[in-house]
């Protein structure tokens, strides 16, 4: 294990609000990058409900880029590129990715609990993601998913706001529009705005950063 993943599986206690297992999910994300020498990553909840999409939980990835290349493109190469073989996508998808920096690829399956999520690693060079490390980031990917997953339900318990709402507010507290909200999300910008008007609405904020301030001040996200 690398001096940097071995940090983090002792910095990983146990988060005691929604924003603290968000932090430290983002953390351990950037230390898997310098530990497999990515420059990019993109963690997916692949556990879609009806009628929706699989949705991002984490990422660095350029804006445009996802716009661009479509997060389903994304989904198929993340969950088809086993770190096993390395595969690479079609040539069509890899000008694309490459365009953007995506030129080696890992794609890293997770669970957490009953839940399945994706890590999709990239660098801008070919030959430069490691291995040695995988397992270790798979346990690692999965307490912190854990924690995140559990903080959010104990939140749900104790307000109004669904997971969605919940979601879309903490996207437009990290600076996203509401187009991006939704290509994050996987949903419609008319599907996102009807979230972040119905969070409005519950907490009884008279715009979003009054949400925003609210959720925060009360742990939701």
Same mark, same amino acid.
């Given at each position: @294990?690398?001096?940097? /993943?071995? #940090?983090? =599986?002792?910095?990983? &206690?146990?988060?005691?609000?929604?924003?603290?297992?968000? %932090?430290?999910?983002?953390?351990?994300?950037?230390?898997?990058?310098?530990?497999?020498?990515?420059?990019?990553?993109?963690?997916?909840?692949?556990?879609?409900?009806?009628?929706?999409?699989?949705?991002?939980?984490?990422?660095?990835?350029?804006?445009?880029?996802?716009?661009?290349?479509?997060?389903?493109?994304?989904?198929?190469?993340?969950?088809?590129?086993?770190?096993?073989?390395?595969?690479?996508?079609?040539?069509?998808?890899?000008?694309?990715?490459?365009?953007?920096?995506?030129?080696?690829? @890992?794609?890293?399956? /997770?669970? #957490?609990? =009953?839940?399945?999520? &994706?890590?999709?690693?990239?660098?801008?060079?070919?030959? %430069?993601?490691?291995?040695?490390?995988?397992?270790?980031?798979?346990?690692?990917?999965?307490?912190?998913?854990?924690?995140?997953?559990?903080?959010?339900?104990?939140?749900?318990?104790?307000?109004?706001?669904?997971?969605?709402?919940?979601?879309?507010?903490?996207?437009?507290?990290?600076?996203?529009?509401?187009?991006?909200?939704?290509?994050?999300?996987?949903?419609?910008?008319?599907?996102?705005?009807?979230?972040?008007?119905?969070?409005?609405?519950?907490?009884?904020?008279?715009?979003?950063?009054?949400?925003?301030?609210?959720?925060?001040?009360?742990?939701?996200?």
């Amino acid at each position: @294990m690398s001096a940097a /993943l071995h #940090a983090s =599986s002792g910095a990983l &206690a146990m988060p005691s609000t929604v924003q603290d297992a968000r %932090r430290d999910l983002v953390e351990l994300m950037h230390q898997i990058c310098s530990d497999i020498r990515a420059d990019r990553y993109m963690l997916i909840d692949l556990t879609a409900r009806a009628g929706e999409k699989a949705r991002i939980v984490a990422s660095n990835w350029i804006y445009d880029a996802i716009d661009l290349i479509g997060l389903d493109l994304i989904v198929r190469v993340a969950v088809r590129n086993p770190v096993e073989a390395q595969a690479l996508p079609a040539p069509v998808e890899a000008e694309l990715l490459a365009g953007y920096g995506h030129v080696d690829l @890992m794609g890293i399956p /997770l669970r #957490a609990g =009953s839940k399945r999520y &994706a890590l999709l690693l990239s660098a801008e060079a070919t030959g %430069r993601l490691v291995t040695r490390a995988v397992s270790k980031v798979e346990l690692l990917c999965g307490y912190a998913l854990s924690m995140l997953a559990g903080k959010l339900g104990t939140a749900s318990n104790n307000d109004p706001l669904t997971e969605r709402e919940r979601e879309c507010l903490f996207w437009v507290a990290e600076g996203k529009t509401t187009e991006e909200v939704g290509v994050i999300l996987g949903v419609s910008t008319s599907t996102a705005n009807s979230h972040l008007t119905n969070a409005i609405q519950k907490l009884g904020a008279r715009n979003r950063a009054l949400a925003i301030a609210t959720a925060i001040r009360h742990g939701l996200i």
